[in-house]
């Protein structure tokens, strides 16, 4: 197990490396020069600006400079806000993405679980046949789209009643995060459903199931114990990146709750072309992504220890 | 081995969580706060964006010029009326050569300080500091040398400012400005704090802390990106005027439709529209204000000899086809917008009226017949047979990529020519502009200052943000003679040969001023709205019951 796990660890800090070194390359190719803004400055201010973030030196050597600030943590100062690090920029915004992320990835996996497990039961039934509907929504329309419809609902429904039901937008609270994060839970609960559902089918049919239904074990022990254990294990191995999916998805849920997560800055870094936060925050993100995946692979030796003997 | 067993959920679970949810979303969410209270003078907004950069010596987006103009505070500043009033200098005296300040004794920084010449000294070497590499360092290019330090072939301390003593300050000009007052009252020209500038160190205005306040108000909480909330400074010289006590942006976003709702929700008093929003904003029935913002836009021309939108020619016969009219109430979707006529937007004073007045721009009057004559005699001129297609460049907002397929439908139609538009985004735009990758260009310019120069050096043959290179000794000449002059007859007759060359030679295709649709809550009063410096200006709004 601990070499196992030693493996994987390792590989991932390979992958982030390339990651690291990819969207630095990336980067560096985007035409369009950082340090232009509307109004034109002299040759000498663009200097001054080059130096201060050592963009005057060839690119090889930035790239070293680059790696060896990131071994040591530090991404260096925005190229927007010329005051703030961006290493402050990830521990301000990243647990707002990360509080919205996982009370997102709740409403996902619980909705998920039980949809699924229920279409299951009702295959073909009018249940399955709803919710599959649902589902089929839930997968193809995009999240800003629920996203200006769960907002405009709430605006109608405080406007109708005469009441504050939920804050239509901010921060702060709770209650600010419902509907955002149903909102941003929404694609993965219908992803998780399916594969729930399909997963649940093929175990139904199993000898074990068999087994138990003949030994005269309650419907629900067989629905809980035997079903949904061994159903659940496809469930996990996707919620792993999907976990650092929807943290770090959520630009256009964050733009339009007008929440302040780190969403807003990934993408805005791009459009700007803001050297430093595109490479922190794409690191970061990519680091995430990387641990989710190595912790799924894991949680999964525990669930399921031939995966361990592999 | 982790042993989990499903067996230990009950059934019952899923539902008392819900039950147990909607109870905290009930209580937690008592009958919030609206958007104007006017027993505690209390007006919520929303931001468009996170200010990038409060550090009033190298601001220059307007979210935080606009916080900036609320929380400090200039020599001079703008009054309720909206007129050049005393700020920190009680009063001034301004020659060709020079101006001095005499500072109120009762001007204080937030921390108790008083403000003192000092603290301008230290700002204004600041900002044209080459390490400083501020943006907006040409804002005190009027000041001796300001120029040759920013360029870094002289030192700092040559720099014609001084302090005669704690609240005597005296500027030497490098020459005659007669809006050299207006500009004191821009945040780049704001003073900061030596002492504690220097113990911030490199996060000079990171945060609400690391800032000294001498203005009206004071940031008294901010959280990045998601609020800023600005209460009333009590040390300020002029409290007494004002009567907010709370200017609270509690929502920070980009989205126009979000920005909206909130404001049917009665959640913020304050919100601009656009093409999308306004129709909404319609059908709730609210009253639409307009509002013209200063800026015109325009299509520029590349002047550079190998491109062919150097000939005139062709340039007239594209100006000879346009209808301004038409493209503002076809194209732009919202109303507000001015037809374009000329560099100079309506607004900008002359001599006694509004310069427009006093000199009233050419009227073309769309003329096919003489268009296409036009384009025969640059065909003619450059030995071509036909045109090659335009490159027409463009930002990738929804609107100038609208804009530009009018252009390229409409000269297609009338004139035969074609256009490609190569749409960029925000950084790839400015690049291809700087190196002259483009024939025209979809271009807009707001004034920096309240005075006719702001516009009228764009086309200088010095002037960096001429992208097009447009070169004319003519011009350039007329420029020198505004600039070096402080008699507003002589600068406007030189401004109105600018506006004589601008179309005779059509530098530039005038399309419109821009101008913005808002709503605004009925209990908000003495809400200016302003074309340079800090817009919208709360500081002497009032909540009326």
């Known amino acids: 197990m601990l070499k196992y796990t030693f493996g994987r660890i390792l590989s991932g800090l390979v992958t982030i490396w390339f990651i690291a070194t990819a969207t630095f390359l990336a980067m560096h190719a985007v035409p369009g020069d950082p340090l232009m803004n509307e109004k034109a400055t002299t040759p000498e201010i663009r200097e001054n600006l080059a130096r201060k973030y050592g963009l005057d030196k060839p690119i090889a050597e930035q790239y070293v400079i680059y790696l060896g600030n990131m071994v040591q943590g530090d991404f260096g100062i925005s190229f927007t806000q010329q005051n703030r690090k961006v290493n402050d920029i990830i521990q301000d915004h990243f647990p707002v993405s990360a509080a919205l992320g996982i009370l997102a990835i709740t409403f996902a996996a619980l909705g998920g679980i039980l949809w699924g497990a229920l279409t299951a039961l009702y295959r073909n039934q009018l249940p399955d046949i709803i919710i599959m509907f649902l589902v089929i929504l839930g997968i193809s329309v995009p999240s800003f789209v629920f996203a200006a419809l769960g907002q405009l609902l709430l605006v109608n429904i405080n406007q109708w009643f005469n009441i504050s039901l939920l804050p239509v937008a901010g921060w702060g609270t709770f209650a600010h995060m419902i509907v955002p994060s149903l909102v941003l839970g929404l694609g993965t609960m219908a992803l998780l459903t399916r594969l729930m559902r399909s997963s649940m089918l093929e175990i139904v049919n199993e000898d074990f199931i068999r087994t138990a239904r003949a030994k005269g074990l309650s419907p629900s022990r067989i629905f809980f114990q035997h079903q949904l254990r061994n159903a659940i294990l496809p469930v996990v191995t996707v919620l792993g990146p999907q976990i650092a999916a929807i943290t770090t998805g959520g630009f256009v849920v964050e733009l339009v709750f007008a929440i302040p997560g780190l969403g807003r800055y990934f993408v805005q870094a791009v459009q700007q072309l803001d050297y430093t936060v595109i490479m922190g925050t794409t690191v970061f993100y990519g680091a995430f992504l990387v641990f989710m995946v190595i912790l799924v692979d894991i949680i999964y030796g525990f669930i399921d220890p031939r995966v361990r003997l592999k | ?545």
């Open chain 2, 1 to 545: 081995m982790l042993d989990f067993d499903f067996h230990d959920i009950e059934p019952m679970t899923m539902p008392k969580i819900l039950i147990l949810t909607l109870l905290i979303v009930t209580f937690a969410n008592p009958a919030m706060a609206q958007s104007v209270d006017a027993a505690a003078q209390t007006v919520k907004i929303a931001l468009a964006q996170e200010p990038p950069q409060l550090n009033n010596m190298t601001a220059t987006d307007q979210v935080s010029i606009f916080v900036l103009g609320h929380v400090m505070e200039g020599l001079t500043r703008y009054d309720r009326r909206g007129n050049l009033a005393p700020g920190v200098a009680e009063r001034w005296e301004l020659t060709e050569t020079s101006a001095t300040f005499w500072l109120r004794k009762d001007a204080k920084w937030s921390n108790g300080d008083p403000v003192t010449a000092h603290d301008f000294v230290f700002a204004w070497r600041n900002v044209v500091d080459p390490k400083t590499a501020s943006q907006y360092a040409f804002i005190l290019y009027p000041v001796e040398n300001a120029e040759a330090i920013n360029q870094g072939n002289k030192p700092l301390t040559d720099l014609g400012i001084e302090a005669i003593d704690d609240l005597t300050l005296k500027v030497t000009l490098e020459r005659p400005t007669g809006y050299f007052l207006k500009l004191t009252a821009f945040v780049t020209t704001f003073p900061v704090q030596e002492k504690f500038y220097r113990a911030t160190g490199s996060a000079y205005a990171a945060d609400s802390k690391d800032i000294l306040y001498n203005g009206a108000f004071r940031i008294s909480d901010w959280v990045h990106s998601a609020s800023l909330k600005m209460e009333k400074n009590p040390n300020y010289w002029n409290s007494e005027a004002i009567s907010l006590e709370v200017i609270d942006a509690e929502y920070i976003t980009a989205d126009t439709r979000a920005r909206l709702n909130l404001f049917i929700d009665d959640k913020i008093a304050y919100t601009q529209l656009d093409g999308e929003t306004y129709k909404d904003a319609l059908n709730n029935q609210f009253r639409i204000k307009k509002f013209v913002t200063g800026s015109v836009y325009f299509l520029e021309y590349n002047y550079r000899p190998e491109r062919i939108t150097h000939n005139k020619k062709l340039r007239q016969a594209i100006q000879a086809v346009f209808d301004a009219d038409e493209f503002v109430n076809k194209v732009l979707q919202t109303p507000g917008n001015l037809p374009g006529a000329s560099l100079f937007p309506s607004w900008i004073m002359g001599v006694n009226k509004p310069f427009r007045q006093e000199y009233p721009a050419a009227v073309t009057r769309p003329d096919l017949a003489k268009a296409k004559q036009l384009l025969r005699e640059a065909k003619a001129e450059l030995g071509l047979e036909a045109i090659p297609p335009l490159i027409l460049l463009v930002s990738d907002s929804p609107t100038a990529t609208k804009q530009a397929e009018y252009m390229q439908g409409m000269l297609k139609t009338k004139l035969d020519l074609d256009l490609k538009i190569d749409v960029q985004t925000f950084k790839q735009r400015l690049a291809k502009m700087t190196n002259g990758d483009f024939d025209i260009v979809g271009a807009g310019w707001g004034p920096d200052f309240d005075d006719i120069m702001t516009f009228g050096d764009l086309f200088a043959s010095w002037n960096l943000n001429n992208r097009g290179r447009y070169n004319n000794p003519e011009y350039d000449r007329l420029v020198r003679k505004a600039m070096n002059s402080n008699d507003p007859e002589v600068r406007m007759a030189a401004m109105a040969g600018l506006q004589t060359i601008v179309h005779e030679d059509a530098i530039i295709l005038p399309m419109y001023e821009q101008g913005v649709i808002y709503l605004q809550h009925p209990k908000i009063k003495g809400m200016r709205r302003t074309v340079v410096g800090s817009d919208p200006d709360f500081t002497y709004a009032r909540i009326v019951p």
